[in-house]
């Protein structure tokens, strides 16, 4: 009897074990259920709330951008007025018909000197000042298309200065006999635009024989220090041997402060500009013949022979000749930021690529602000850098200082930035590093109070304006969504995300500090994250205080809304509930914030 009662019990037992799983399934789903319809009503709440406020929203943002657009037109009349009474005869940049008449005029003008030549430089880079100007409009107002349209004719009329010192170069060559010699038959040459963005020298050995190894250093010129110097090996000349019958051989160095190959490495960027070393071939001098002169002329595509080194194309080349490296050295401009053992690379053309092979002995002097380095060929060289160098932002945190006044702190890879941001643009404030004077003040002007002394008054510009010049000093501030591949664990916001935050930020930013959050590298890509706290007193807090973190809300960005959380800095992972007695509501939450 006792066997059969414990079957029994345990079926007992099973079944009702089994009956209340069957309860708490149900229960489980009816929450499910519950919650699922809880949610949908609230999204239907909140997408009428966002219906609602839209409106709203569209007007204030519309009166906004309009006070804005009105502000900026008074700016461009004041430029536009700067323009015209400086009576200068560039072209107008805002018409792309202006531009490309001007780069077809400079086409079909014959340019022989190399005098004429740096003079229509100089007047190139006047016009790409003006669009780079433009370019800088439009990449603060995201307008993509036409941020492209400029750096097209940036790079197009930067192509059109080489050319036309090409056929300027061209003419040199074929009167060479004509210029002034040493008595070892050589000739020495310096030239530069007034700005002194480009420079070039010419050295020229003028016989068809060999020389020993040349030590060649172009002289100084200009209130600016300008050096270049080069040592040719001996084995230049010799690979040089034979290539024509009768011609000689010379040296350029081309310098130029731009880098007319920005942007096509996307992970790299050059810094104080590029030196272009050419091997040239000097064709036969003209002849006297009773009174005439004849000259022979170049088949066309011959006028210019650029010879390789190494010339891998001669038989001499793998035998009898050792490629032996020269030496190149030459001055960096003084607001270029230089690290203590920079990288020098050379430009490889069918790769589109920067390269260090072949490059060695580095050396570069802080006080002379001089590279040296060996190269195993001629080429195109820079001081090279990986372009997100300074990237990613490890922190930033703005706060007003001042009625419509906000101080910006971003702590970059390298150096730690302060800004300053008024009705008037942005100025750097820090740090105080001597190649960055020239970005924080303007030239020295006269203390009225005491003409025994002189101040620099701080260079106020646009934002994009300001952050151009800090990418030209070696300080890249500007990202890319490209970048985002060279960074591990990183992913671009969207652009409505990033435009909605920018939008509503700036409306706040003038009464509470706003600083970033760790969280963002985790939220995906169309949510974002920061931190505020009302500052109406202009007191400095610490963002990154961890007895502070309590202290700022954290404000959630979507594309088409803003919520605040509960999310704290000391907190992981990221809190994305909403704040007690807060609602997912439209940008209006952040204009009505204080209340």
């Not at 009662?5 to 099973?14: A, G, I, L, S, T």
């Not at 700067?82 to 340019?111: G, L, N």
């Not at 130029?256 to 050419?278: F, H």
């Not at 992913?491 to 930013?509: G, N, Q, V």
């Amino acid at each position: 009897m006792s066997s059969q009662k414990y079957p029994v019990d345990q079926k007992r037992h099973e079944e009702k074990d089994r009956l209340l799983k069957l309860e708490q399934d149900f229960l489980n789903a009816h929450r499910v259920r519950l919650d699922e319809e809880d949610d949908a009503k609230k999204r239907v709440l909140e997408a009428e709330r966002l219906e609602e406020e839209h409106g709203v929203v569209v007007r204030m943002k519309g009166e906004r951008k309009q006070n804005l657009e009105y502000e900026q037109s008074k700016l461009d009349d004041q430029i536009s007025w700067q323009k015209f009474v400086s009576c200068h005869t560039r072209p107008d940049v805002a018409y792309e018909s202006q531009i490309t008449t001007y780069m077809t005029m400079v086409r079909e003008e014959r340019i022989h000197k190399v005098e004429d030549a740096m003079a229509k430089c100089q007047e190139s880079e006047e016009i790409v000042g003006d669009l780079m100007e433009r370019y800088c409009r439009a990449r603060e107002d995201g307008r993509t298309v036409q941020q492209d349209l400029c750096m097209h004719y940036i790079h197009s009329i930067r192509d059109l200065e080489i050319e036309q010192i090409d056929v300027a170069t061209m003419h040199l060559l074929q009167t060479i006999e004509q210029r002034e010699q040493t008595n070892n038959s050589q000739v020495l040459m310096w030239w530069k635009t007034d700005s002194e963005h480009v420079k070039m020298g010419f050295w020229g050995h003028l016989q068809s024989k060999g020389f020993r190894a040349k030590q060649i250093e172009f002289p100084s010129a200009g209130a600016r220090p300008v050096h270049i110097g080069l040592d040719l090996p001996k084995s230049i000349a010799m690979q040089s041997m034979g290539h024509m019958v009768g011609h000689s051989i010379g040296v350029r160095a081309l310098y130029t402060t731009y880098d007319s190959v920005q942007g096509k490495d996307p992970s790299q960027m050059s810094v104080g500009g590029m030196i272009r070393v050419d091997l040239l071939s000097i064709p036969p001098f003209s002849k006297k013949v009773k009174t005439w002169t004849i000259r022979q002329i170049p088949p066309a595509g011959q006028e210019l022979i650029k010879l390789p080194y190494p010339n891998t194309e001669h038989t001499m080349t793998s035998t009898a000749i050792t490629v032996q490296p020269c030496k190149i050295e030459y001055k960096v401009p003084g607001h270029v930021l230089v690290a203590q053992s920079p990288t020098v690379s050379w430009w490889d053309a069918p790769s589109e690529k920067w390269s260090t092979e072949g490059i060695t002995e580095i050396v570069w002097e802080p006080d002379a602000r001089k590279v040296s380095f060996f190269s195993a060929r001629l080429a195109s060289f820079s001081i090279t850098q990986d372009r997100h160098l300074d990237l990613p932002y490890k922190c930033w945190s703005m706060r007003p200082v001042a009625p419509l006044t906000v101080e910006l702190d971003v702590q970059a890879g390298r150096y730690h930035l302060k800004f300053v941001i008024t009705e008037d643009g942005l100025r750097l404030k820090g740090p105080n590093l001597p190649e960055l004077h020239d970005v924080m003040y303007t030239e020295e002007v006269e203390d009225v109070s005491d003409r025994d002394n002189s101040t620099r008054r701080p260079r106020v510009r646009s934002p994009a304006t300001l952050l151009k010049e800090l990418q030209d000093c070696g300080l890249n501030l500007l990202p890319e969504d490209g970048d985002s591949e060279y960074l591990d664990g990183y992913t671009p916001k969207l652009p409505e995300t990033s435009a909605r935050a920018f939008s509503d930020l700036s409306e706040i930013a003038a009464f509470y500090d706003i600083a970033s959050s760790t969280h963002n590298k985790s939220l995906p890509a169309e949510r974002a994250l920061v931190r505020i706290r009302e500052n109406s007193l202009y007191e400095q807090f610490d963002p990154l205080d961890p007895d502070c973190d309590s202290d700022y809300t954290g404000v959630l960005f979507f594309p088409d809304k803003c919520s605040f959380v509960k999310s704290l800095e000391c907190v992981s992972p990221c809190e994305e509930a909403l704040k007690p007695g807060h609602h997912q509501r439209d940008d209006t939450s952040l204009t009505g914030v204080s209340t």
